[in-house]
């Protein structure tokens, strides 16, 4: 029999749960690490003992339970997007929950740990049982679409999202082998959430929710402060800048027509995507100003909000960025595979558009290892590339632009499996009897790798 362990995260605990009902019938033991007490009972009307579970939430303290190694607290903390707003209680939990964890881990002989790498206490996980010295058995995967092909998953080995886990080796008939540009499911669907969210109906069912605390969970680490005045200023910034981001001026693709210009997509932030996988360039507004002063003089830097982003940022953000010369703030709902078509190179830290301009033979620079860096047109840069490269024209003639796509493709295909992952809230798809057979013979193909 094997061991295995899921890491709960909101409504995405319900999908883990569904595939562990799936794996306990093909002789395997699940166990779970747990953030609130309300998915703790849950977890207990599924069947599972209270044994199989540990409960991590922020009444837990254990001052007997000493730290057991340096995993970089501050650098997890700072750019977790719920204890960020703390000062000194993320340190104590996070010193707190190691060994117990380990001990957990180590004692129901726990062979693999499935979970997001979204949260500091997720990534604090993985470091833990990377670390030789607690000589855990263990291999940390996190489950993730492959973005393209839309209808395939696999499971990232890092916390950077730049390795697939090496002893996938998936046989797939070749003829099936397809890759392309497309919209992801999970894309559209957020789109029409997004949609929805800024009609006025949705706003008054936030309103109502704010007051009743409607699926607040005050004992859950990885959601932000819940006290009434923390939870009104946050949600009043949000709603401020959704209002005002409408009163910024943006363009629209025909501004761009014989102008030659390179792109930078604004990440969703808080996200994986930037404060994790994009540690250490995170900060979107110096991205934005060091792409700018390295582009000709007479070329022009686009710049496009996230669809799903709006509200993140506030109004003097893009009153800042649009101060800068030949600065284009394209509008959100502009076909971005035009614009792609239109450019001359594309600057991301991790994101989709990366991806879809080197299957467009389209100059592609990333500020982020990340695991489709190794096809054509595409690479990782650093400020230093940037710094030390005599203009813009030398950083793409550095471009492996002779890499095999075909090879990149085989490789995707080998190391992935069909299915989609996501949680019931964002995708009802990703629940259905089909998936999740998928899904779960996927994963019991790679426990027992």
Not at 51 to 71: H, M, R, S, T, V
Not at 134 to 155: A, G, H, I, K, Y
Not at 221 to 238: N, Q, W
Request: hydrophobic share 40%; aromatic share 14%; charged share 30%.
């Amino acid at each position: 029999m094997k061991n295995i362990c899921f890491i709960t995260n909101f409504k995405k605990t319900f999908f883990f749960e569904a595939i562990a009902k799936d794996l306990k019938k093909r002789d395997v033991d699940v166990f779970w690490i747990v953030l609130n007490k309300k998915l703790y009972t849950y977890l207990l009307g599924c069947g599972y003992t209270s044994d199989k579970l540990i409960l991590i939430n922020k009444e837990f303290i254990n001052k007997q339970a000493e730290p057991i190694g340096e995993y970089k607290l501050t650098e997890l903390i700072c750019k977790d997007r719920v204890l960020k707003y703390y000062k000194t209680w993320p340190y104590n939990f996070l010193k707190y929950i190691q060994q117990p964890i380990v001990d957990f881990l180590k004692n129901n002989q726990i062979q693999f740990v499935f979970g997001e790498m979204t949260y500091a206490h997720e990534i604090l996980i993985y470091r833990m049982i990377k670390d030789t010295n607690n000589r855990l058995n263990c291999v940390f995967l996190n489950p993730m679409n492959v973005r393209m092909p839309s209808d395939r998953f696999t499971f990232l080995a890092d916390e950077f999202q730049s390795s697939i886990y090496e002893k996938i080796n998936n046989s797939t008939d070749v003829s099936e082998r397809r890759l392309s540009v497309e919209r992801t499911p999970e894309s559209i669907k957020v789109e029409k959430l997004v949609n929805k969210a800024l009609k006025f109906q949705s706003k008054l069912k936030r309103l109502v929710r704010f007051f009743t605390m409607e699926n607040l969970e005050k004992d859950d680490p990885s959601l932000s402060p819940t006290d009434f005045l923390s939870r009104l200023k946050k949600g009043s910034i949000e709603e401020f800048n959704r209002v005002t981001y409408f009163f910024i001026k943006t363009d629209k693709l025909e501004v761009l027509d014989d102008k030659k210009f390179v792109i930078y997509a604004l990440h969703k932030q808080p996200e994986a995507s930037i404060d994790v996988v994009g540690r250490y360039y995170d900060d979107q507004y110096q991205n934005i100003f060091n792409i700018w002063r390295f582009i000709p003089d007479n070329w022009h830097l686009v710049v496009k909000e996230h669809n799903n982003a709006i509200g993140d940022r506030g109004y003097k953000f893009f009153k800042r960025i649009k101060k800068l010369r030949n600065l284009i703030l394209i509008n959100e709902n502009e076909n971005s595979h035009r614009l792609i078509e239109k450019s001359q190179a594309i600057f991301s830290v991790s994101g989709s558009i990366a991806y879809e301009a080197a299957l467009m033979e389209k100059p592609a620079f990333l500020f982020s290892n990340i695991f489709f860096e190794n096809m054509p047109f595409c690479k990782k840069i650093s400020l230093e590339d940037i710094r030390n490269a005599a203009n813009i024209y030398e950083l793409v003639q550095s471009l492996d632009t002779n890499k095999s796509l075909s090879d990149f493709k085989d490789f995707i295909y080998t190391k992935s499996f069909k299915g989609l992952i996501g949680d019931p809230l964002t995708n009802a798809d990703t629940m259905k009897t089909a998936n999740i057979d998928l899904i779960a013979s996927a994963f019991d193909s790679v426990i027992n790798s």
